[in-house]
């Protein structure tokens, strides 16, 4: 079977999945965005993806995602513009690059990082989506500003003016079950909630969570934005 096939299959399976699930907790399909994670795989692939309508693309490793941002924009591509999405950490010696070739930064956990974000945006582009990554689950080794940290950290984000501060984003521990997936997003969603209602901002529209093994569960807790990468480009193959 091509490549392109495979692809377009299963992206349109990930689909087929967002909507089954809004469906059965009375949700509308068009409230959640479909992120494509697109790690360790090459432009080609990317480019492929994008062919089937696919617009946001995710990248965990900041280096590989300026290198396929870079090919792609110089690459002759009659499709709307890729939107791209850093994921992966960010180290104060990457901001840079971050906040110069992509969209939206999903995983600020402290103001000296936003504070580089903000003042490294170039003029000429709109202002940089950020999202806070919590620690919503607690874990010893995870990143992320602790759930009550969170409202006094966005405060502070909200007041740059080359950032938009757009929501939060969670990466937890797997649980088994769907009960206990969904109880541990709800967490997020309440999180979310209480925020937004003290900001008061408009723009404080996004909850980025759930991924290929949990998305349905995050859908139903009250995800606006899942990040499948597996389900869409296959399973990853790392360097020795």
């Known amino acids: 079977m091509p490549v ?94 971050v906040a110069e070739f992509f969209s939206w930064a999903h995983t600020v956990d402290r103001l000296k990082i936003a504070q580089r974000l903000n003042d490294q945006r170039p003029e000429h582009l709109p202002p940089l989506n950020v999202c806070l990554q919590v620690n919503i689950d607690g874990g010893a080794t995870k990143s992320g500003v602790a759930p009550q940290e969170v409202l006094e950290l966005a405060k502070q984000v909200a007041q740059l003016p080359r950032l938009v501060l757009r929501g939060l984003m969670t990466i937890p521990d797997p649980v088994e079950g769907f009960e206990a997936q969904v109880a541990l997003h709800t967490k997020s969603r309440v999180l979310f909630d209480e925020v937004r209602a003290a900001l008061n901002r408009p723009h404080f529209d996004t909850l980025s969570m759930g991924m290929t093994s949990d998305l349905e569960a995050a859908i139903h807790a009250g995800s606006t934005m899942v990040r499948v990468g597996t389900a869409i480009f296959g399973g990853r193959q790392y360097p020795a």
């Open 4 to 97: 392109m096939t495979t692809l377009q299959d299963n992206l349109q399976a990930v689909q087929s999945r967002i909507a089954a699930a809004c469906a059965a907790c009375g949700r509308n399909p068009a409230e959640v965005t479909l992120l494509a994670v697109s790690k360790t795989f090459g432009a080609d692939a990317v480019q492929d993806v994008a062919a089937c309508g696919q617009q946001d693309f995710g990248e965990n490793y900041i280096q590989e995602g300026v290198d396929k941002i870079t090919f792609l924009q110089s690459a002759a591509n009659a499709n709307k513009p890729l939107i791209w999405h850093c994921i992966g950490p960010i180290q104060s010696n990457k901001t840079k690059y």
